[in-house]
């Protein structure tokens, strides 16, 4: 048996193949819409040719069709009697992902209902042209407002896509600026849209370490890590999901992984209900603890950065020492010879003093055959 499952973020892979297995719900109808704390979700759909279908929503860890059964609260909140009031009986024209966010779209005649599973996950229903209506959690931020009456506008992403990864990573190596600090996996992440913990898969079948300097990456290996990918994702389009021995789970079996598989699954959707319905805490608790976790790594991320500013900072200041030092030898040099010439030629104590002044750039003296100079 398994140990308790490990929780974690849904990654833009995994909403992509949970948006595979949902496809059935084109073209069905909204029968209710239940809402259980404030991130957890369930509705019903009428399915052509398969009857009654329910897909399960947990912000902002996953979407999936579920067989659990689940009591309906004896009052519905504000926002599910708003969902209801608009949406049932409503035909679904579209349901998936947008782009390769981790946004997922249903789409009416009238109306669309976004589920955002970044952050801290949201709910958001507006009209066809964008304006919203209602959402889970209202949020206002430096980049957006989600709030009734606001237009709801995408999220962009610079970065290539999963499905557009460049055969030739290097010629991306070759612009990025900071080579020389940046490691093979930040560099990963930040050129391309894909989930950090599938990278270290990649890598470990392309056979090179996550924390490589960019710059020290050969063009060999960066060839093997972009086949090494883009193999990679042709295997998630069937996926195995399988939970390990150790608690954790995947959608697919992971070479990196040393545990033993302790339960393989027909589906995704199977493997959700039985990591966040079967075996998990409420949805309540699931928050609680995801959330002290980011926010411990976070944590642990700034105290990281603030070390290496400081490790930074105290090398550019041992630089400028080590530069001030070598600075330093060049003027003594240059004035040690001028002072050889000065006396061959029976310069004046004073005459002397002062062009080795003008040398070193502060006072210097002579005294009893010793040039003096005060260092600050």
């Known amino acids: 048996m398994p140990n308790a499952p490990k929780f974690r973020g849904l990654a833009n892979l995994d909403l992509r193949l949970l948006s595979n297995e949902l496809q059935p719900i084109n073209g069905s109808r ?24 329910d897909v399960a929503i947990l912000l902002p860890y996953t979407i999936h069709f579920t067989k659990q059964a689940k009591e309906s609260p004896e009052e519905p909140p504000t926002f599910a ?11 679904v024209e579209s349901a998936s992902q947008f782009n390769w966010d981790r946004i997922f779209i249903f789409e009416f005649a009238e109306y669309k209902l976004v589920a955002e599973f970044f952050g801290k996950g949201n709910l958001i229903l507006m009209d066809a042209g964008n304006k919203i ?35 030739d990573l290097q010629d991306l190596a070759l612009q990025e600026k900071n080579r020389e600090k940046l490691h093979l996996i930040a ?19 392309a056979g090179v370490e996550p924390l490589t300097p960019l710059a020290e990456c050969t063009e060999k290996q960066l060839s093997s890590i972009a086949r090494h990918a883009n193999d990679f994702i042709d295997e998630m389009k069937s996926p195995k999901p399988v939970i390990y021995s150790d608690g954790s789970y995947s959608l697919l079996p992971l070479k990196k992984k040393k545990e033993e598989i302790a339960v393989s699954l ?29 926010e411990k790594i976070e944590r642990k991320l700034q105290q990281q950065r603030k070390h290496l500013e400081e490790l930074i900072a105290g090398v550019d200041e041992k630089q400028k020492a080590g530069n001030g030092v070598i600075e330093h030898e060049r003027k003594i040099n240059s004035m040690v010879e ?20 003008e040398i070193f750039g502060s006072e210097v003296k002579l005294e009893k055959g010793k040039i003096i100079i005060e260092i600050s």
């Open 30 to 53: 909204v029968r209710k819409v239940y809402q259980y704390g404030d991130n957890e979700f369930r509705i019903k759909f009428s399915v052509p040719e398969k009857g009654s279908m």
């Open 81 to 91: 009697m708003t969902l209801r009031k608009h949406l049932e009986n409503k035909k």
């Open 133 to 167: 209506i209602a959402a889970s959690r209202p949020e206002e931020t430096k980049a957006r407002k989600i709030w009734k009456g606001e237009f709801y506008s995408f999220p962009g992403d610079g970065r290539s896509q999963p499905d557009s990864i460049p055969g």
């Open 187 to 205: 560099f990963l992440s930040r050129k391309i849209n894909f989930p950090p913990f599938y990278w270290e898969e990649v890598l470990f079948r």
């Open 266 to 294: 027909s589906s995704l959707s199977e493997l959700m209900d039985k990591v966040y319905s079967e075996s998990s805490p409420s949805s309540s608790e699931i928050s609680k603890k995801v959330v002290e976790k980011q």
């Open 338 to 357: 001028e002072y050889k010439k000065m006396k061959k030629e029976n310069k004046k104590a004073d005459a002397m003093e002062k062009r080795l002044s």
